[in-house]
């Protein structure tokens, strides 16, 4: 791939999270998606790339822009291109923390197409690599990676989903030892945050969306992490889509390889909201500034990029 498509993405997610920004607190999820969505279409048309869509709002007959299967880009590099253009909507809505703008492109036939139904992961950055297993009891997972961290487990913090189904998880971390932050959405910044210490989250346990576990692992490829996951069909429909992707046995643990494959990819996310790792949007009249980070598997470059953007000058928020 281009090295100059990192920074083509950044302005993508920009104008992601600028337009889906002006819902947040209004209550109105799909409007904030929506805008993100659209102004998200808009750019990527400028890029200069031949993308295919592989992760996106959903089938044709679901979503009118950013399907699986549509083209985008100006023309140039073939690539896999996974995208949320808003990444919390529900977050958005009730001004919450971590909602994102996020893609992620690797080159064609690199990203697993996975389809939309839940996956069991677990995440960890660079120093629990080799030390986790989605197979192993947490409890054993969390002395691992204390041990690998140099760290007490009472002194680790887990992030999860805050659902029903993560009781017996959540058990198991607190007998453990360990501390919990619970989370309301947007499990792709989550696994990002175990990457970075100075967000203060460790590892990531868990069950969440196919898609988002595609672009969490392309952060934690370029960011050296790991994330494990394993998909969870709930009925033969989604069974059968499982085994229409190549995988003869849909429960097999899909590792970082099965997940991004090769020795390249990027991933720009912009932040709408607040959170550990980037700033929300700012809006200050006609100017508003930008928080993002873009990184790059082959060359492990991780770049934080302040944007501050003339708002009258970006008729349709087309960023340049």
């Keep these: 791939m281009e090295r100059s498509l990192t920074l083509e993405l950044v302005r993508v997610t920009e104008a992601a999270a600028l337009a889906s920004a002006r819902w947040m607190g209004k209550g109105k999820k799909n409007e904030a998606d929506h805008a993100a969505t659209s102004a998200m279409r808009a750019v990527f048309d400028t890029v200069p790339m031949s993308g295919t869509v592989v992760i996106g709002e959903g089938e044709m007959d679901e979503a009118p822009m950013l399907y699986i299967g549509e083209k985008l880009g100006g023309g140039g590099v073939l690539v896999d291109v996974a995208v949320d253009p808003l990444e919390g909507t529900n977050i958005v809505a009730k001004g919450l923390w971590n909602a994102l703008s996020v893609v992620a492109v690797a080159d064609q036939g690199n990203l697993l197409h996975a389809p939309d139904m839940y996956m069991d992961k677990i995440a960890v950055g660079p120093e629990g690599v080799g030390v986790v297993d989605i197979d192993a009891p947490v409890k054993d997972n969390l002395y691992n990676l204390a041990k690998a961290l140099n760290k007490d487990v009472t002194d680790l913090t887990a992030v999860i989903l805050d659902r029903p189904r993560h009781a017996k998880i959540i058990h198991e971390i607190r007998e453990a030892g360990a501390r919990i932050k619970l989370i309301s959405d947007g499990d ?6 175990t990457a970075f210490t100075d967000t203060g989250v460790d590892i990531l346990f868990g069950i969440g969306g196919a898609p988002e576990g595609v672009l969490a692992a392309v952060a934690l490829k370029c960011l050296g992490g790991e994330i494990q996951g394993r ?3 709930q009925n033969n429909e989604e069974y059968e889509r499982c085994k229409k992707m190549g995988l003869a046995d849909p ?10 494959k090769g020795d390249d990819a990027i991933f720009s996310a912009t932040g709408v909201t607040d959170g550990e790792l980037l700033q929300g949007v700012r809006f200050h009249g006609l100017e508003a500034t930008t928080h993002s980070v873009v990184m790059r598997a082959r060359t492990g470059t991780v770049r934080f990029i302040e944007g501050k953007h003339k708002l009258s000058r970006k008729p349709h928020l087309v960023m340049e």
């Design 188 to 193: 792709v910044a989550a696994a990002i945050n």
């Design 231 to 233: 998909l969870l069909p």
């Design 251 to 260: 429960k097999m643990v899909l590792r970082m390889d099965d997940l991004v």
